[in-house]
């Protein structure tokens, strides 16, 4: 008859065994250190969320009751009149800017600079985040035009002077131009 095969496998110790016993141990404790340290988080937020409790209350009441005075002036706070407000906004500075704008001192700062030869027909202004003025004029020729360009860039309330276009009038040999510049000068 034949005997089993049998090995004893309980009798020899591994030392890889005992090595992940202690791995195991330390990720168990920093788990739990882990654990302890969220559960105290959670209390510490639990206490300053009450005690921001009633100072949210107090928002709440004051906003309904500013809901309340704007409805009985009949002010209305809907989500499409918020969204319109920033372009009402603007409208209202640009009339403001518009208000104070000084032509005077506009014309004064252009006339400083228009050489002989060249007349003025149309100005325009645009007062966005920068004051551009538009010019459009005629001269006898076009280095007139160029002496006009470069005098405006040169003085201090001009900047950036552009020759948007020019065309030569056949029937009367003018120059006209269209031309673009910023301007410097504050409202006043």
Known sequence: MMMPFRINLSSRYREYVGLARIVLVLIAAVLVVAIVWDLQQAVTLSGQASQMEPAVARVRAQDRYFVEQARGENVDLSDAALKRLPKEVGFANKLIAERTFSWTKLLGELEETVPPGLAINGVQHDLGKTVTIRLSGSAT????????????????????????????????????FDLRVGHRGEAS
């Open 141 to 176: 020729d076009l280095e007139i035009i160029t002496a006009f360009t470069l005098a405006l860039g040169t003085h201090p309330a001009f900047y950036d002077p552009e020759l948007v276009q020019h065309r030569v009038r056949e029937r009367t040999g003018l120059v006209e």
